[in-house]
């Protein structure tokens, strides 16, 4: 059994045991909580900062190739990156690589500042790499779909290019159910979910004839029950209970 197997294993029978399973039959099986573990990450997934990672990524561009299928787990592209301010005119390295001219400009202004620049000339530098790199090409202007995961390249390329693509991929499940504040968030929303397909199945008949009248079932109450609870723990993810990091100060 591997880690996600036995993850989910502890989960449901989290769920189990929760639900009265063994002191009264639970009508579930492991079917109806895979659908309930489902529908939990899904809600996760939606609502939480929690559920998705930051992660760099090196991507080999072929020349005049500008569509790119990334993996399904990437959620969106924040920026990519360029090894060189380099033009466009082809060559392997996609230009010229400016890190040694940088290393330099760092050993003469910055160690001897005492004796000439200092971190004026320096930041002054820093700003002359930047504006020389919008100028000629060491950004790379691009679209990205989140759902078919296609990478667009506005710019043409003009040959082989490794760049670096920072972006967000999913968390996988397994970090998830074993995340000491998202894993407890799972187990109590997958358990409320489980709560109410139980609920929807004990509210078909009120009551099972018997010989002193019969018994009653308590559908109605199970749904309400799991309704409530539901409702409290997506209220937790607006308090960021689940861990995910909360948001700076908003304006307007």
């Known amino acids: 059994m591997n880690d996600l197997e036995l993850a989910?294993?502890?989960?449901?029978?989290y769920c189990r045991t929760m639900l009265g399973d063994g002191m009264i039959d639970?009508?579930?099986?492991?079917?109806?909580?895979?659908v309930a573990l489902e529908k939990a990450l899904g809600r996760f997934r939606q609502r939480s900062e929690n559920s998705v990672e930051e992660s760099y990524a090196v991507l080999e561009l072929q020349e005049d190739t500008n569509d790119y299928i990334l993996p399904n787990e990437v959620q969106s592209v924040r920026e990519v990156f360029r090894r060189s301010i380099?033009?466009?005119?082809?060559?392997?390295?996609?230009?010229?690589?400016?890190e040694p001219f940088n290393l330099a400009y760092t050993n003469t202004y910055l160690l001897s500042s005492t004796q000439m620049g200092g971190l004026a000339t320096y930041y002054a530098f820093a700003?002359?790499?930047?504006?020389?790199g919008k100028m000629f090409g060491s950004f790379i202007n691009f679209k990205f779909d989140p759902v078919s995961k296609k990478l667009t390249i506005m710019q043409r390329p003009r040959g082989s290019e490794q760049i670096l693509i920072q972006l967000y991929n999913t968390r996988p499940e397994v970090a998830l159910l074993k995340d000491p504040y998202a894993g407890q968030w799972l187990k109590d929303y997958t358990l409320a979910v489980s709560k109410y397909m139980l609920g929807e199945a004990r509210g078909k008949f009120a009551t099972i004839a018997g010989p002193q009248g019969g018994t009653s079932l308590n559908g109605d109450a199970l749904k309400a029950d799991a309704m409530a609870d539901m409702e409290r723990l997506e209220q937790d993810l607006a308090t960021y209970v689940d861990g995910s990091t909360p948001l700076s100060f908003v304006i307007g």
Request: aromatic content about 12%; proline content about 0%; charged content about 25%.
């Open 86 to 98: 380099g033009s466009r005119t082809g060559g392997g390295d996609g230009g010229t690589i400016f």
């Open 127 to 132: 700003g002359y790499q930047e504006l020389v």
């Open 8 to 13: 989910k294993q502890k989960l449901f029978n």
């Open 26 to 34: 639970v009508e579930l099986d492991v079917n109806h909580y895979e």
